[in-house]
């Protein structure tokens, strides 16, 4: 079975704090996708990263760093020097070929508070 | 470039009455989908479509029906509301429905729909 599992529900950190965000998925299949979504207060859904099941390469992006590991069938999201305007609920999702449909499996979201 | 637009952003209907939420996407994707989020539940899939004039159920169809008359709209229509379908609903896109581009979805506003 396909899933994700996202531990923390909520996070609280003071504003320069670095900052993980834990992300733990299931599969099978040997191809798959992992993202990354930004819920903001505003309640729009933010694209962050996208990352193939054959690449492992970790990636940086300002103050932005996700950690893939397959070993540990994980792809964790750390946020560096922590800033209030990165409160936001963020989502991990598992994307994967059904025959010729494409399946995005959601975790539940972890919710993150920087504080001033 | 607006991405994608919903309409209407919010609205509050009496139980059995018939809605049409609207969606329009301007970046010629291939596919598109529906979600409803609760809290608590994360996103859920309402329907998707992979291309114009194809259609499929998603993991919480019953009560909502989709059409995909061409490739920039994607209306969702609830025949006949119940207090359950009170939620946010979000539209979204993705370019690819094969190969391993074109995963990510891009996402819309939103509709926040009550249902009295």
């Known amino acids: 079975a396909q899933k994700v599992t996202q531990a923390q529900t909520e996070i609280s950190v003071v504003e320069k704090e670095d900052v993980t965000l834990d992300c733990v998925y299931e599969?099978?299949?040997?191809?798959?996708?992992l993202f990354w979504y930004k819920q903001p207060p505003s309640g729009e859904l933010v694209f962050l990263i996208r990352?193939?099941?054959?690449d492992e390469q970790n990636e940086i992006s300002g103050r932005y760093s996700w950690n893939f590991q397959k070993s540990t069938s994980s792809f964790n999201f750390t946020i560096t020097a922590s800033q209030v305007v990165d409160s936001a609920v963020y989502f991990c999702?598992?994307?994967?070929?059904?025959?010729?449909?494409?399946?995005?499996?959601w975790g539940l979201g972890t919710s993150l508070a920087v504080n001033p | 470039i607006a991405g994608i637009t919903q309409a209407p952003t919010s609205q509050i209907l009496a139980a059995g009455r018939r809605m049409t939420l609207r969606c329009t996407q301007d970046?010629?994707?291939?596919?598109m989908y529906w979600y409803r989020q609760d809290l608590g539940l994360g996103l859920r899939l309402i329907h998707y479509?992979?291309?114009?004039?194809?259609?499929g159920k998603g993991e919480v169809p019953d009560g909502y029906s989709v059409s995909r008359a061409n490739t920039d709209d994607f209306p969702l229509t609830l025949a006949s509301a119940v207090p359950s379908q009170t939620s946010v609903y979000f539209c979204?896109?993705?370019?690819?429905?094969?190969?391993?581009?074109?995963?990510?979805?891009?996402f819309g506003p939103g509709t926040r729909l009550t249902v009295l």
């Open positions: 979204a896109s993705s370019r690819g429905t094969s190969g391993t581009e074109g995963n990510e979805q891009f």
């Open positions: 479509s992979n291309t114009a004039g194809t259609t």
């Open positions: 599969t099978r299949d040997t191809t798959y996708y």
């Open positions: 999702a598992l994307g994967f070929n059904a025959g010729n449909n494409r399946k995005l499996i």
């Open positions: 990352r193939n099941s054959f």
């Open positions: 970046m010629r994707h291939n596919a």
